[in-house]
């Protein structure tokens, strides 16, 4: 019976790790692009094109692109109005079909303002113009956009062409953002040629926010990074072969926001190269826990047979503000890389690949986290799953109690009255996955009386309290 059930087990584990890890295909894009609902199109009277809809036909046409996100400018200096921005996100799911996603979003912010940044998952426009928003989020106030984003599940943002100053100064001397660093997915490796009119996949992007990548990291941020054309003109596609590369089980929307959000994505110079990077069989993005070493792996493959120059393993340790550094390379020519990190018991690191193509296109990965023992992946562990709770003060309808977990655990979700009583429950003992989550407590139907409660999240990483103030 002992052989039974301990046979059982191994097949349930089993079964659990293979459900947990599909097989993901490769699939090719763009996330930053406008039509003439804000700034873009502006060759429309050559191109002919102008909609979002004549943008993704015109999009699902071009060589290796699977998807294009079209992210509008938030604001009406750059041509946006309220109704328009519903328009494009039912035109993106009319020109969606099996073979092509269409994505719409936003661009928020203001560059003199403290730079933008790329949103999507939220179906409502986030502003500051009178008459010009769906949800008022104000002007230059980034804290307060990424607390948008997280009272949204699935919901993320992008960096769009970043100086080391934006948002606040979030990748300079700014400290550590838990509320950030969970709204943010990823930076991008290169932006533009934004203003181009070349359909000619030859105008290759030579800006470089690599930078950026490497001090938020170092910072102990979980970001990924991609690369954006930023098309100002009718290019999509077709200005430039690099792509943001996202590893999704199918090519729907549903699977490419969930694996964008989750950080399983790479950036590329080359239009078709495929990389594989895992530790412990993990996926990049992935924050892993174990108690063994670290057994990384990568793999290149290329449709257009193009030779690997290089393959370089960068290593970094979240949290500590220094960058990472090489601590393995492969011979020239060599399509794959495999090493076992011996560390330090109890110690974390992050790790992610950098592939120099024979004819120089650059190929950076997202990294993959990694902690032995009890240390999660980053100092601000527990600072990662802090509360936002919204609105507060609140003065009766519902509150949103929303937060993001660096890693799967057990969760315990509570209200407590002034008196240390439970008074609500929302998830007990719960086993939920690394990320966003958000919950409604419905403060009318409850009754509960004015007064000072105590929010309550109970996790892996230790416990987090925020304070509910309900108004009379």
């Known amino acids: 019976m002992k052989k039974i059930l301990t046979l059982l087990l191994a097949v349930f584990c089993w079964a659990s790790a293979y459900a947990q890890n599909p097989t993901y295909q490769f699939y090719y894009g763009n996330l930053h692009a406008h039509s003439s609902y804000s700034d873009g199109n502006q060759d429309r009277n050559i191109s002919k094109a102008a909609t979002p809809a004549q943008d993704y036909s015109f999009a699902d046409a071009s060589l290796h692109l699977d998807f294009l996100g079209i992210s509008e400018h938030n604001h009406s200096q750059a041509g946006m109005l309220r109704p328009n921005y519903a328009k494009g996100l039912h035109q993106a799911d009319s020109m969606t079909n099996a073979s092509f996603v269409a994505l719409y979003g936003m661009e928020w912010g203001v560059i003199s303002g403290g730079g933008h940044i790329l949103v999507y998952g939220v179906d409502q426009l986030l502003g500051w113009e009178p008459g010009n928003f769906d949800v008022f989020v104000a002007k230059n106030d980034y804290q307060g956009l990424f607390k948008q984003i997280n ?8 960096f769009a062409h ?8 979030l990748a300079g001397t700014a400290t550590f953002s838990p509320r ?6 990823g930076t991008p490796l290169r932006s533009g040629p934004a203003t181009s009119t070349n359909i000619t996949y030859s105008n290759k992007s030579t800006s470089s ?3 950026t990548y490497q001090r938020m990291l170092a910072k102990g941020y979980h970001l990924g990074i991609g690369f954006d054309h930023d098309n100002h003109n009718t290019t999509f596609g077709r200005t430039t072969p ?15 926001l969930q694996a964008l959000r989750g950080r399983r994505f790479y950036a590329s110079d080359d239009w078709n190269i495929q990389v594989n990077l895992t530790v412990n069989g993990q996926p990049m993005g992935s924050i892993v826990e174990g108690t063994g070493n670290a057994n990384i792996s990568l793999n290149v493959a290329d449709g257009d047979n193009e030779a690997v120059g290089s393959i370089t393993l960068m290593r970094g340790v ?23 990190d011996i560390n330090v018991p109890n110690s974390a690191y992050y790790y992610y690949a950098v592939i120099i193509q024979n004819d120089g296109d650059r190929i950076v990965t997202s990294p993959i986290w990694y902690s032995r023992g009890s240390v999660m992946a980053t100092a601000n562990a527990q600072a990662l799953a802090a509360l936002d709770v919204f609105p507060n003060p609140i003065q009766g309808g519902e509150a949103t109690l929303s937060y993001a977990l660096p890693g799967a655990s057990r969760v ?3 209200v407590l009255d002034s008196m240390g009583r439970r008074v609500k429950v929302l998830v007990q003992n719960e086993q939920q996955s690394a990320g966003p989550h958000a919950y409604t407590l419905p403060v009318n139907q409850l009754k ?3 007064g000072l409660y105590t929010v309550r999240l109970l996790q892996a990483t230790g416990t987090t309290y925020r304070k509910l103030v309900v108004a009379q």
Do not use: M
């Open 151 to 158: 009272r949204r599940p699935g919901a993320f943002a992008l």
């Open 162 to 169: 970043p100086q080391s100053s934006d948002y606040g100064n």
């Open 180 to 185: 950030a660093d969970s709204a943010i997915a």
């Open 209 to 211: 926010y690599e930078s």
């Open 242 to 256: 690099g792509r943001v590369v996202v590893l999704a089980p199918t090519l729907t929307k549903a699977d490419l």
């Open 318 to 340: 979240p949290g500590n503000g220094v960058n990472a550094v090489a601590v393995a390379t492969t011979p020239l020519g060599t399509a794959a890389l495999t090493y076992t």
């Open 412 to 414: 315990t979700l509570d």
């Open 448 to 450: 509960l009386a004015p």
